[in-house]
């Protein structure tokens, strides 16, 4: 989903810390989150995250900041007065009750009338797709239909904003990619503004309108996925969103007409074209550099540009990919063949050729 600027912020949080003792857990976070958006927290573990997602639910006192939600600032009430709705690593389901009870248990609280709530948990269970396991008990269920039901009772208030705590954690690989999608789909059709937090990149990116790169209590970049992916800020960044290989360099020359470049490396100058307009001459860079973006050949010994000899170090084939290492002298390269179909050319090769890219991201080097 595509998020107008012209979208209201539904969240906002300015300058927002947290300390533990003496310990500061958040050290001044400052985010927008607009009507309708779903943004993902991501980062290593102890980054901050998860706290960010209990102060906004209210489950955990904040320090210092304010928690503004729909203009109203909320930072003193308790959760169950704020318009937002949680679903937990854990589900954080009744045993003791059925599908159907545990989804309008919000509403049996605020006292809705009982023929309202069985028209709303009927209406919840079809948008889950669960409707025929209103009297289940919640442990005849998969972890899926579990997921789904925490999904579908965090949504019984209609909350101004849902936060998702590593909802998919639990899951096999393949139910994750599933519930992923089903989760993505509902947030869209509902239009619900979503904060969502989780260790696993890939799902962010995969799920997300914008990505909060997090550490050590602090954002280091907000952006869309692809922004993050292909324009990483810093090298930290570069490194957790996906695979990634460096190569230092100095940039040798710029055409400011084209923003074409070359960059001196220790194996040769390298051509690429400019994704940034600060780039000067003489600057000593690290080029990002993706497995899946550079070419491998056989073809070893042909002079071309951007086109660097090394010797084939492993060639794992899996069908529609092999994953390549290649060492260039003393530096090794990560390789994502697409499409291998000369994968068993490549198992007995030594020398290859690899083509760098020229749609590089280049990083200052501090």
């Known amino acids: 989903m595509n998020v107008g600027s012209h979208e209201k912020p539904m969240l906002i949080l300015k300058d927002i810390h947290?300390?533990?003792g003496t310990n500061e857990v958040l050290k001044g976070v400052s985010l927008e989150v607009k009507?309708?958006?779903?943004?993902?927290?991501?980062?290593?573990?102890?980054?901050?995250?998860?706290?960010?997602?209990?102060?906004?639910?209210g489950f955990t006192d904040i320090s210092s900041g304010d928690i503004i939600l729909d203009g109203q600032r909320i930072n003193d009430l308790p959760p169950n007065l704020r318009d937002t709705r949680i679903c937990f690593q854990n589900y954080a389901l009744f045993p003791h009750m059925t599908v159907a009870e545990n989804v309008g248990y919000g509403l049996k609280i605020n006292r809705w009338p009982k023929e309202k709530i069985a028209a709303r948990v009927k209406e919840l269970l079809e948008m889950v797709e669960l409707a025929a396991f209103g009297d289940r008990m919640i442990d005849k269920l998969?972890?899926?239909?579990?997921?789904?039901?925490?999904?579908?009772?965090?949504?019984?208030?209609?909350?101004?904003?849902?936060?998702?705590?590593?909802?998919?954690?639990?899951?096999?690989?393949?139910?994750?990619?599933?519930?992923?999608?089903e989760i993505r789909k509902l947030q869209e059709r509902l239009h619900i503004t979503t904060v969502f937090v989780t260790h696993d990149q890939?799902?962010?990116?995969?799920?997300?309108?914008?990505?909060?790169?997090m550490k050590n209590g602090l954002i280091e970049q907000?952006?869309?996925?692809?922004?993050?992916?292909?324009?990483?800020?810093?090298?930290?960044?570069?490194?957790?969103?996906?695979?990634v290989n460096f190569m230092e360099g100095r940039v040798a020359s710029i055409d400011t007409g084209t923003r074409n470049a070359t960059?001196?490396?220790?194996?040769?100058?390298?051509?690429?074209?400019?994704?940034?307009?600060?780039?000067?001459?003489?600057?000593?860079?690290?080029?990002?550099?993706?497995?899946?973006?550079v070419s491998l050949s056989l073809d070893c010994g042909t002079k071309r540009s951007n086109v660097i000899?090394?010797?084939?170090?492993?060639?794992?084939?899996a069908g529609s990919l092999a994953k390549c290492t290649?060492?260039?002298?003393?530096?090794k390269m990560i390789i994502d063949q697409y499409n291998p179909r000369d994968a068993q050319r490549f198992t007995h090769a030594d020398r290859v050729e690899i083509e760098i890219p020229r749609s590089v991201h280049l990083l200052k080097k501090k």
Request: proline share 5%; hydrophobic share 40%.
């Open 263 to 293: 960059v001196d490396t220790e194996f040769g100058p390298i051509e690429i074209r400019l994704d940034q307009e600060d780039t000067r001459a003489g600057e000593d860079v690290l080029m990002v550099i993706r497995p899946e973006s």
């Open 222 to 243: 907000v952006g869309t996925p692809i922004e993050i992916y292909e324009r990483p800020a810093n090298e930290f960044i570069a490194s957790f969103v996906g695979y």
């Open 326 to 331: 290649v060492t260039i002298g003393q530096k």
């Open 309 to 317: 000899c090394g010797t084939l170090k492993s060639y794992m084939y």
């Open 35 to 57: 009507e309708g958006e779903l943004v993902t927290f991501v980062g290593p573990s102890g980054c901050g995250k998860t706290t960010l997602l209990r102060l906004i639910g």
């Open 202 to 213: 890939f799902e962010a990116m995969a799920i997300s309108d914008r990505l909060v790169v």
């Open 18 to 20: 947290k300390f533990y």
């Open 142 to 181: 998969s972890g899926g239909q579990q997921q789904r039901v925490a999904f579908a009772r965090a949504l019984s208030l209609e909350p101004k904003v849902l936060l998702l705590d590593e909802p998919l954690s639990n899951l096999d690989a393949n139910l994750r990619l599933v519930m992923r999608e």
